[in-house]
């Protein structure tokens, strides 16, 4: 099994992978991805039953985006539905880059912001966040926005891979740095396991909040976000989004999802207090655990991280080798809900034993 799998740009199971080992998907429980572990609610999974696939979807979602215009109050021009997260990242760096156009991102962070970036021919620098503690360098991010004066400026936050989080004030710092020249982008794909919010207030005028019901609402087999901003950069994004690129069944899913807070809800609150459990069980077997404001984080390893993913896969257990974040000694666990957890906690005392 050892030479088979290698590190990846994201999580998630890689079937192509896992023919040539010859495990089953079903085998395995996956720590690599972040999304709710507590699955969609009840009602969503009805609702999505009920989809007409014969007919196309709506290209504007146009419900959706009006029932979340509600939630969030304020009209549905300032809010673009995406086929995820991803597909809003892709439309940003889109409707505002061309090349060699400066980009600053706040690392190490999801991926995305600079494969997306470079292929528009972007110049992308970033203010990393160092071992042991990788606090977030705010003031170090401050002057790199100051001195090279980007176009658009990728903030992960919660962080994607550290868990680290900013606060307000370091938020309207960042705001207060770009002016009107700069446009922040606010990633909260992660926003509400840390505050159990599904809903971003409007930002300023130079600012794009992008949010993922994807994590959300556990629909990562159909994928579904939504950006949040001036009516003027939301319909710059919207010229560039492929027609129908949000499915009928997504679309469907998502509007369920919106009747379903209160469910939500009570998953995150159990979510958080799974992973104090989780992560306090893990460092007292011996994890080397960074501190992370949400129910993922990262671990110190002390050899080579896609060593240790085979470990855990020989365990039927997949977890995120923090390789491509260039961290090639730390692993990214996501808490799952608690038969899982003390599976790998398990996993976790036999190889330290090996
Ligand atoms: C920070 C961040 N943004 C966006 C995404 C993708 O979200 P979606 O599945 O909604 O496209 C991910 C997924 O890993 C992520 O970590």
């Given at each position: ?71 969030i109050g304020v ?122 919010q599904?809903f971003s207030k409007l930002p ?5 909040i ?18 949040l ?126």
């Amino acid at each position: 099994m050892d030479t088979l799998f290698s590190s990846e740009e994201h999580g998630g199971l890689d079937l192509a992978e896992l023919e040539k080992s010859g495990v089953s998907p079903r085998q395995l429980t996956d720590f690599s991805v972040n999304s709710n572990p507590f699955g969609p609610a009840p009602t969503v999974k009805k609702a999505i039953q009920a989809v007409n696939l014969s007919i196309y979807p709506d290209r504007k979602s146009h419900l959706l985006r009006k029932a979340l215009s509600a939630k969030i109050g304020v009209v549905p021009e300032h809010i673009l539905i995406g086929n995820g997260t991803t597909e809003l990242i892709w439309l940003t760096v889109q409707a505002f880059l061309k090349p060699d156009d400066q980009v600053v991102i706040l690392g190490p962070t999801f991926s995305e912001y600079r494969r997306a970036a470079n292929l528009l021919g972007a110049r992308v620098e970033e203010a990393r966040a160092a071992p042991p503690f990788f606090e977030p360098p705010l003031d170090r991010l401050l002057e790199l926005i100051r001195r090279v004066k980007p176009r658009l400026v990728f903030v992960c936050n919660p962080n994607n891979p550290t868990g680290k989080y900013l606060t307000e004030n370091g938020i309207s710092a960042l705001l207060t740095a770009c002016k009107d020249r700069s446009i922040l982008v606010l990633d909260q794909a992660y926003e509400s396991f840390v505050n159990a919010q599904f809903f971003s207030k409007l930002p300023a005028d130079n600012c794009l909040i992008l949010r993922s019901m994807t994590k959300d609402f556990a629909l990562a087999g159909l994928r579904l976000g939504y950006a949040l901003g001036s009516q003027t950069n939301i319909k710059k994004l919207e010229r560039f989004q492929p027609t129908w690129s949000v499915n009928a069944i997504a679309q469907a899913a998502g509007l369920a999802a919106l009747d379903e807070i209160a469910f939500y809800q009570q998953t995150i609150q159990k979510l958080i207090l799974e992973k104090s459990r989780f992560f306090r069980q893990l460092e007292e077997s011996g994890a080397q655990l960074v501190d992370s404001e949400v129910h993922f984080g990262i671990m110190k390893v002390n050899q080579p991280a896609r060593l240790v993913r085979q470990s855990f896969l020989q365990r039927f257990i997949l977890v995120r080798d923090c390789t491509s974040f260039q961290l090639p000694q730390y692993i990214r666990v996501s808490t799952q809900q608690e038969s899982d957890n003390l599976k790998l906690i398990d996993a976790f005392a036999k190889i330290k034993k090996e």
